[in-house]
Nanobody, 123 residues
Framework: QVQPVESGGGLVQAGGSLRLSCAASTRSFNAYHVGWFRQAPGKEREFVASIRRGGESTYYADSVKGRFTLSRDNAKNGAYLQMNSLKPEDTAVYYC????????????????WGQGTQVTVSS
């Protein structure tokens, strides 16, 4: 059973930083592209960033470009979302997903999801 587990969320002031981690209990972690999505109350789940299997390419939503950086370590079955210059509008539950689809694709293209981690940015 492939089950991503997110961690690293919390409460931070605007302008601060957080680092989210996604750990997957599968030997085939490097067979999947990893994506981060977020969902705020009353809104749909939206794409944040994704990274290719080998980590050679990353993709970002316009709203986070230049502030967020996604990386992965296949030897540790982990992916990491470094979030800097956080804004109140970044407040949401952040989800890690695994997909066989490359690039920016919708959440329906993801096969496995974690339970999410709450990020709250105060003004």
């Amino acid at each position: 059973q492939v089950q991503p587990v997110e961690s690293g969320g919390g409460l931070v002031q605007a302008g601060g930083s957080l680092r989210l981690s996604c750990a997957a209990s599968t030997r085939s972690f490097n067979a999947y592209h990893v994506g981060w999505f977020r969902q705020a109350p009353g809104k749909e789940r939206e794409f944040v960033a994704s990274i290719r299997r080998g980590g050679e390419s990353t993709y970002y939503a316009d709203s986070v470009k230049g502030r967020f950086t996604l990386s992965r370590d296949n030897a540790k079955n982990g992916a990491y979302l470094q979030m800097n210059s956080l804004k109140p509008e970044d407040t949401a539950v952040y989800y890690c997903g695994l997909s066989i689809w490359d690039g920016i694709v919708g959440p329906d293209k993801y096969d496995y999801w974690g339970q999410g981690t709450q990020v709250t940015v105060s003004s």
